[in-house]
């Protein structure tokens, strides 16, 4: 009989365009602006970025959620963004993840028992979509304590979680780095159930620098 294992340690939808041109399954702008003609709705600046919010905060187009379509971007949230499409340039990870640009916002999803919080890692002074992609994966990577994993709200939930954390670590074909990984317990991503499908980003009314993360 297989057991789970712990770590020892425990470490309003309104997206707006870059210049970048939209993908396959990206969900249109709230404006018909041909977008290789369109420039950032505002001038980024260096160092730190107020967080003063309008009543329309926008979310950049890479990291939008649409009921409707299919996610601009294909991301498994137990891979590290690297694995991500070539075809997104560095200029756009770089980009503001939102309009206006702040210097923190933070992240929920009701599968999940952490919040996560990302602050700006550059010089810029702002959130930018890499700051957000990162930001989740490093969350989501950190081992879950016993008790975390003991207030699941069912035998159901307890069952998924295990399923997950096995199929997580079933992908690795060599034996040894499979029971390594093992080893390492159950991390927060595993909580996720197999829904490591990232969305995007849906506003919320807990305020305007608070986002949810939708998964499938």
């Known amino acids: 009989m297989r057991h789970v294992h712990f770590a020892p340690a425990n470490a309003v939808y309104l997206p707006f365009s870059s ?15 041909d977008r290789p003609s369109m420039r950032l709705p505002f001038e980024p600046k260096h160092g730190p970025v107020p967080d003063r919010f309008s009543e329309e905060m926008q979310i950049h187009f ?19 963004p690297s694995t991500l499409d070539s075809e997104i340039s560095h200029k756009e990870f ?4 939102t309009h206006p640009p702040v210097s923190r916002l933070h992240v929920i999803c009701p599968r999940l028992q952490w919040p996560i ?8 002074g702002f959130v930018t979509v890499l700051d957000v992609l990162e930001s989740i994966y490093r969350v989501l990577r950190v081992p879950a304590k016993p008790t975390e994993y003991g207030s699941l709200p069912s035998h159901s939930a307890i069952r998924g979680v295990n399923a997950a954390y096995y199929r ?16 390492k ?3 927060r991503v595993d909580f996720l159930m197999g829904r490591n499908r990232f969305l995007g980003l849906s506003g919320t009314l807990k305020g305007p620098d608070i986002w949810e993360l939708n998964v499938s």
């Open 19 to 33: 210049t970048s041109p939209p993908r396959r399954g990206s969900a249109p702008t709230p404006h018909p602006i």
């Open 62 to 80: 890479l990291l939008a959620f649409s009921p409707h379509h299919d996610p601009t971007i294909q991301y498994d949230l137990t891979l590290h």
């Open 94 to 97: 770089a980009e503001p993840a």
């Open 117 to 124: 919080t990302i602050s700006s890692s550059s010089g810029t």
């Open 168 to 183: 997580r670590c079933g992908r690795f074909q060599d034996r040894d780095s499979r029971q390594l990984e093992e080893s």
């Open 185 to 187: 317990g159950i991390k």
